[in-house]
């Protein structure tokens, strides 16, 4: 049974920091590309940053140089350091990992961030 547990979510001020964890249990973690989406209201969900088995990162545009994806294999943890947040954040933040060999991804089932002007 896979698993993805966010927790790290809440309210913060503008220019302001937050630390999203996802714990996986149940997929073989170090193969498996992980990743940071979220979803505002009224919107489509949208790539945060994604990070591969070895570590190479991507990032959306809105959040380079602001956000920095990270893992723990040892842990099955992905990590999302958001930091300078700004009102335009605001959105529920899901986990994803995705099994290639599969083609198949799962979600976790999300966290709220909401950032105050």
């Known amino acids: 049974q896979v698993q993805l547990v966010e927790s790290g979510g809440g309210l913060v001020q503008a220019g302001g920091s937050l630390r999203l964890s996802c714990a996986a249990s149940g997929i073989p973690f170090s193969i498996v590309t992980m990743g940071w989406y979220r979803q505002a209201p009224g919107k489509q969900r949208e790539l945060v940053a994604t990070i591969s088995s070895g570590a190479s990162t991507n990032y959306a545009d809105s959040v380079k140089g602001r956000f920095a994806i990270s893992r723990d294999n040892a842990k099955n943890t992905v990590y999302l350091q958001m930091n300078s947040l700004k009102p335009e954040d605001t959105a529920v933040y899901y986990c994803?990992?995705?099994?290639?060999?599969?083609?198949?991804?799962?979600w976790g089932q999300g966290t709220q961030v909401t950032v105050s002007s």
């Open positions: 994803n990992a995705f099994i290639e060999i599969i083609s198949h991804n799962y």
